[in-house]
């Protein structure tokens, strides 16, 4: 479709859309990606949650629910049709053709976390050569690591990675000593951390098993939207178009910079004393 026609169905889809009542959209959100998206019984919370509803607000012509889901059964939502959109993936266009995205959101950080004992046998060495024979923890449906080299060595098998559902399952599986590194958003895995310590899944306080290691990337989520049965969605050019110019000016307003330094306030200065040390690239 190109760009004048689809501000043409913008335009036809806006001025019908006062004839009637909000329109009710369904979006799926991550429910286990604490501070970013994750649920409290039915109730989605986290940082994208906080700012798609202060941008949803601003579209009286639509009246949104946000329905929180296992990531995985989401992506098979999304891939399949059978929803509008979901948040909050990552750039992946050649493993998900199936998936629009919207602006960029909210910019994240990839890091390597490991046993620390694990980590002092790695200082000053590269990632991910000098990874061979570890096995790495990854959450279930996601594709965070792009990097070339460590794809290669995963296919010719020099590299282990383990999935589990969610930052908690690696992290206790980091403690226990059943992964040597669990590779997640460096804020993620501080919050997750930060909870596990308050709940007593630790047997002490201290954190200097854990060391965090080099910095990969920067990603930046989004909210995807399905390319699948599209006419199950006659409105979704219009909605994608409106939510891009709110989250513009959300960006502008310094919105989105005051939601997530109010969850960055939310990490206690002892994390940093406790083991959670830079190790060289």
């Known amino acids: 479709m190109t760009r004048l026609s689809i501000l043409l169905l913008a335009c036809v889809w806006h001025a019908t859309s006062w004839a009637g009542a909000p329109i009710d959209v369904v979006i799926l959100c991550d429910a286990g990606y604490p501070p970013y998206s994750y649920a409290e019984g039915d109730e989605a919370k986290g940082i994208y949650t906080d700012i798609l509803r202060i941008a949803f607000t601003r579209m009286p ?53 490991m046993r620390t004992e694990v980590a002092r046998t790695l200082e000053q060495e590269s990632f991910p050569q000098a990874y061979g024979g570890l096995r790495i923890g990854q959450n279930r449906g996601f594709i965070n690591i792009v990097d070339q080299n460590y ?35 460096r804020r993620a895995v501080l919050w997750e951390l930060e909870q596990m310590r308050r709940d007593g899944v630790f047997d002490h306080d201290s954190l200097n098993w854990i060391a965090e290691g080099p910095w990969l990337s920067g990603e930046e989520g989004y909210l995807g939207y399905t390319r699948i049965n599209t006419s199950a969605y006659p409105y979704k050019d219009d909605f994608k178009i409106r939510l891009d110019a709110i989250l513009s000016d959300l960006e502008r307003e310094g919105v989105i910079y005051r939601i997530v330094k109010r969850y960055d306030a939310f990490y206690p200065l002892e994390l940093q004393a406790a083991g959670i040390q830079g190790v060289s690239q």
């Open 151 to 185: 794809q290669s060595m995963l296919a010719r098998g020099e590299l282990r990675q383990i999935y589990s559902k969610d930052n908690r399952t690696n992290l206790a599986m980091l403690y226990r000593e059943r992964l040597d590194a669990y590779i997640n958003d």
């Open 61 to 113: 012509d639509y009246r949104v629910h946000i329905r929180p889901v296992p990531w995985a059964r989401g992506l098979s939502e999304l891939s399949q049709g059978r929803a509008l959109a979901l948040y909050p993936p990552y750039r992946r266009p050649d493993e998900r053709p199936w998936m629009d995205y919207s602006r960029p959101i909210v910019q994240e950080t990839l890091v390597v976390f």
